[in-house]
Every structure is written in structure tokens, then in C-alpha cells.
């Protein structure tokens, strides 16, 4: 039995309703619908609004963070009068807002293998908004465990992905990459970079094929991987297979409940804004400060990309940028005092990983890269 549509809804959705593929009998199965949408993000934020407009009758939104200034450039349920607030609370608002008619439901908490579960019981379909590894898995498996149908973007730089994974009819994520890619070798936006437009076309992909899985329309994504650039203005389509050796769709699955997706990639499960290569290689900017006032001599080596140097810059470092690193360690000595910085901590720290598995002790990570040095010590340069 599907609800009914009062006056005000049938007004509100009427130009669904013209369409003869959606019509008043759609837009009832859109009112009985429920989505979750993991990230309230570049891709949530589109993905959010549009399926809040469409009328899908209960959205559940689940984000652990706050809205941040660097933020507002491509999440554009969020607004500057948000700043600082809850993101499930900002979206929440802004899509009640929208259309009140449709019930929205947050979860301010970090999706993980204990919640997930509980959290994903209410909704009949997935949308994956986040931006590492470790969530991407457990979404993945979280939806080949419960039979809910996983509707996959990513996006980098100018680049995006769209899919449907639905492990009942066809390939799943860990058909398509089974294993994870080493820790660090896929850059997250946060370190890359993206154009704000591109999460508006990948989400908008989203919130499409969700509708269309409601209203059973259409060709949906599943076993296709849609490859998007925005540079070229290229749309490529892939075939995906079903992998019959996969490790939780396959016909012997090994996985067979929620593992620790964090030890199994290797990074932690969010996007990482703030790096340490762990306590005893970590410097914090005040005591490199410090040091450098007693005139104690440190090579300070940058490992950012040569456009990173014209935001900001420490006076007398030098550029070795991750990419070059490990070819260029003769450049460096093992006996001199080594300081490695980077935007936020974390590509120093990896080419810390490589200066220490090199034999190198007497270097350090700058904690929080250039960022946490113009936040603590040097207000005149900017943060970015
Ligand atoms: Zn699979």
C-alpha cells in the first residue's frame, strides 16, 4: 500500500507527475522511499538536496564533522551562517527547508563496523558521499551484507566516478578493487585538490540513479562504471563483471560480517586534514619555531607541489616535492638535522616513511604541515 499524496504534494511534484514514467503512482513510491546518505559533503550536499526536492519520504544523513570555511567552495547545502555547526544539522535544515514534507533524520556520528548496521536498518538504498578508503569498504560490504543496493561516487580534482553496486545483480566494489591501493598512493581532495563543480555533477549522477532504483526505471548503473572528465567534457563507460572469486559476493565468500576497515586499508577513515607520522617523529610547529630561533641548523624540506609554494612558504626550505622523493634522497644526509613539511602533516609524514625506512633518525614531521605553522606561529601567512 502505497501513501497517499495530499493536494499541496500533488502541486509541490507536479511536474513529476507529467512525466508518464513517474507519475502519481511514482511519486507515491518516492514518498514510501527511504535513502541514507553517508556524508554530507561535495557529493552529499547535491545528492541531499535534490533527493529532498524529488520527495523521497525519509533521508537519513550521517557526518561526523563540523562545516568549515575551505568547505564552502563545493558543499553547497552548507551556507556561512552555518559555520562551525553540525553538518547533519546544516543539511537537515536547509533540505526541511526545501520541502518540508519529507522526514530527514541525522546521525552525528562516525560510520564504522559497530554502528552500521543499526544505522543503515531503516533506509532501502545506500549513497556513499565520503572521500577514503576505510568507509568505501564498509559501505561496500555493509550493503552486500544487508542486500541494499550501494550507489557509489568519487571525485578528484577533475575527475569523477559514478556506479551502482548491487551484489543481488551484478558486481560490487571489491569485485572491481579488491584490495585496497597502498596507503598513500591515491591522494585524498583535501591534499589534491577539486574543482567545486565536479562533486555537483557526480552527486546529481547520484541522486539520478537513486531515483531511478525507486521508481524501477531505466537502465540503472549497475555493472557500469561511468568515468567522467571534466576537462575533455568526456562521458567513458566501462562494463564491470561480476567477480565470482569475491572475497564477500563471490559464490565462497570469506567475509562474511564488518572487519576493521581502518587496519585493512591501512589510513584512517576520514579525510585527513591534520597528519602525524607518529609521536616520537612528530615536531610541533612552536618547538620547531623554538629551535630554529636558537639557531639550531635544520634543513627544512618541503614536499608540497611547486604551485603549493606561491600560498605560502617557510623562509630558507627546500623543494623535494613526494612525487620526486624517493629518487632524490641522495640530495639529503642522514647525520644533518631534517625537518619535513607539507600542507598538513600528511604527505611529510609518508616521505618521512621513506627517510626512516632509509635508515634517516634524526628527522621529524612538521604536525599539521604549513597550516599548523601559520595558525600557531606565524599569523601573516595564510591557511589553506
Ligand atoms: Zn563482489
Known amino acids: 500500500m502505497l501513501p497517499e499524496l495530499s493536494h499541496e504534494e500533488i502541486l509541490r511534484y507536479s511536474r513529476h507527475l ?14 514510501a522511499a527511504s535513502v541514507l546518505i553517508i556524508g554530507t559533503g561535495g557529493l552529499g550536499s547535491p545528492a541531499a538536496l535534490y533527493l529532498a526536492a524529488a ?10 564533522d563540523v562545516v568549515e570555511f575551505s568547505n564552502l567552495q563545493r558543499q553547497i547545502i552548507h551556507g556561512e551562517s552555518r559555520l562551525g555547526d553540525l553538518k547533519v544539522e546544516s543539511a537537515r535544515d536547509r533540505m526541511q527547508d526545501l520541502n518540508p514534507e519529507i522526514q530527514v533524520d541525522t546521525y552525528n556520528d562516525f560510520i564504522n563496523s559497530e554502528n552500521a548496521f543499526r544505522i543503515a536498518e531503516p533506509y532501502d538504498i545506500i549513497v556513499d558521499g565520503t572521500d577514503n578508503f576505510p568507509t568505501r569498504y564498509l559501505i561496500n560490504d555493509l550493503c552486500v551484507l544487508t542486500g541494499k543496493p550501494n550507489v557509489y561516487g568519487s571525485i578528484f580534482r577533475f575527475d569523477g566516478q559514478a556506479s551502482v553496486f548491487y551484489a543481488k545483480e551484478g558486481p560490487c566494489y571489491r569485485c572491481l578493487f579488491p584490495e585496497p591501493p597502498p596507503p598513500g598512493l591515491v591522494p585524498s581532495c583535501a591534499e589534491g585538490g577539486v574543482l567545486g563543480v565536479l562533486p555537483g555533477t557526480i552527486g546529481s549522477i547520484q541522486a539520478t540513479e537513486t531515483l531511478k532504483l525507486i521508481l524501477g526505471i531505466g537502465e540503472p548503473l549497475i555493472g557500469r562504471l561511468l568515468l567522467y572528465d571534466a576537462l575533455d567534457l568526456s562521458f567513458q563507460m566501462v562494463k564491470l563483471q561480476k567477480n565470482p572469486n569475491c572475497k564477500i ?5 570469506e567475509i562474511t560480517a564488518l572487519i576493521d576497515y581502518e587496519a585493512f586499508c591501512g589510513i584512517p577513515a576520514h579525510d585527513q586534514d591534520e597528519g602525524s607520522a607518529g609521536a616520537e617523529w612528530d615536531i610541533t610547529a612552536k618547538e620547531l619555531s623554538s629551535r630554529l630561533k636558537g639557531g639550531e641548523k635544520i634543513r627544512l624540506i618541503d614536499v608540497r607541489e611547486p604551485h603549493e609554494r606561491e600560498i605560502s612558504n617557510l623562509e630558507g626550505s627546500e623543494l623535494m616535492p613526494l ?10 644526509d642522514s647525520s644533518e638535522e631534517i625537518v619535513l613539511f607539507c600542507k598538513a602533516g600528511t604527505r611529510s609524514a609518508r616521505a618521512l616513511e621513506i627517510l626512516a625506512s632509509a635508515g634517516f633518525k634524526k628527522v621529524k614531521n612538521l604536525k599539521g604541515g604549513i ?10 601567512l595564510p591557511v589553506y
Open 18 to 31: 507529467l512525466i508518464p514514467d513517474v507519475g502519481l503512482s511514482g511519486q507515491k513510491k518516492l514518498k
Open 323 to 332: 612525487g620526486q622523493f624517493a629518487s632524490r634522497l641522495s640530495e639529503l
Open 249 to 253: 559476493c563471490g559464490s565462497n565468500p
Open 371 to 380: 597550516n599548523a605553522w601559520a595558525i600557531n606561529v606565524d599569523p601573516s
Open 55 to 64: 520527495g523521497v519520504g525519509r533521508i537519513g544523513l550521517v557526518d561526523y
